[in-house]
Nanobody
Framework: QVRLVESGGGSVQAGGSLRLSCGVSTYVYMRYPMGWFRQAPGTEHEGVAAILADGTTRYADSVKGRFSISKDTAKNTLTLQMNSLKPEDTAMYYC?????????????????????WGQGTQVTVSS
């Protein structure tokens, strides 16, 4: 079983930046598709960004051009760089690994697509 631990969340004003990190306990899970999803109060989980097994990245339309996902296999870390943050980015952000089935066509995988996810880190963006 893998353990995923997110960090880097916090409070920031609109237009600011945050860098989320996810530490992965077992290296092998770095080789699987990985991603970030988020959930704001009263809303469904939303896939934010993902790196698939072939290295392809996917982003939600709402974050394209502002967020960037990357992974450092030497450090067993998945990162989400978030720039030009907006109040609507406010949510709990979760790191996830290992898809239950082949990647869904076109869309960004979200919680139910993954086998494992962490406890989350809160991001709050004020206007």
């Amino acid at each position: 079983q893998v353990r995923l631990v997110e960090s880097g969340g916090g409070s920031v004003q609109a237009g600011g930046s945050l860098r989320l990190s996810c530490g992965v306990s077992t290296y092998v899970y770095m080789r699987y598709p990985m991603g970030w999803f988020r959930q704001a109060p009263g809303t469904e989980h939303e896939g934010v960004a993902a790196i698939l097994a072939d290295g392809t990245t996917r982003y939600a339309d709402s974050v394209k051009g502002r967020f960037s996902i990357s992974k450092d296999t030497a450090k067993n870390t998945l990162t989400l760089q978030m720039n030009s943050l907006k109040p609507e980015d406010t949510a709990m952000y979760y790191c996830a690994s290992a898809l239950r089935r082949p990647a869904p066509n076109g869309r960004v995988p979200t919680r139910d697509d993954f086998q494992y996810w962490g406890q989350g880190t809160q991001v709050t963006v004020s206007s």
